[in-house]
């Protein structure tokens, strides 16, 4: 059990006097405050990692592309058709490792296939996706 959650366990609990409970209380407060501020900073950074150089002519782009390619808008990790507001702009090599938001490593998936495709590359994900087919038929 980590120290914060026997924190909150000591500002919850009747047995340990009020005045102790109240300061407990004061210090998770002020603990959240520091959390919820790095929090704000690293989704901040993250926003800046992941919108940096990236334009709007660069992800109509990739859409028009992916349309001109399959004949509707598909996804590039499973290939099936993609609805509306399901979508994702995808990053074959993630940013993560190493990636950046030009035209050439941007490209359109489902929101979940991105999501399980993770910080994989897409030559990674093939392999993984053959790897798991191939032992199945084992």
């Known amino acids: 059990m980590s120290l914060f ?10 047995i340990v ?4 409970r109240e300061e407990y209380k004061q210090k998770i407060h002020a603990s959240q405050k520091d959390i919820n501020r790095l929090r704000q900073k690293v989704n901040n950074s993250n926003t800046r990692l992941l ?4 334009t709007l002519s660069i992800v109509q ?13 598909t996804c590039i990790i499973c290939g099936k058709p993609i609805t509306f507001s399901d979508d994702s702009l995808e990053h ?3 940013i993560s490792r190493g990636g ?10 489902h929101l ?3 999501h399980r495709k993770g910080d994989m590359t897409l030559i990674e994900w093939d392999i993984e996706e053959a790897t798991k087919k ?4 084992l």
């Open 5 to 14: 959650n026997i924190d909150q366990l000591v500002a919850k609990s009747s």
């Open 17 to 20: 006097p009020k005045h102790i």
């Open 61 to 73: 782009s990739v859409y028009e592309d992916n349309i001109k390619k399959f004949g509707c808008l």
């Open 100 to 109: 950046k938001n030009h035209y050439n490593n941007l490209s359109v998936s």
């Open 134 to 137: 191939l032992l199945r038929k």
């Open 92 to 94: 074959n090599i993630p």
């Open 51 to 54: 919108t940096g150089g990236l």
């Open 112 to 114: 979940k296939c991105n």
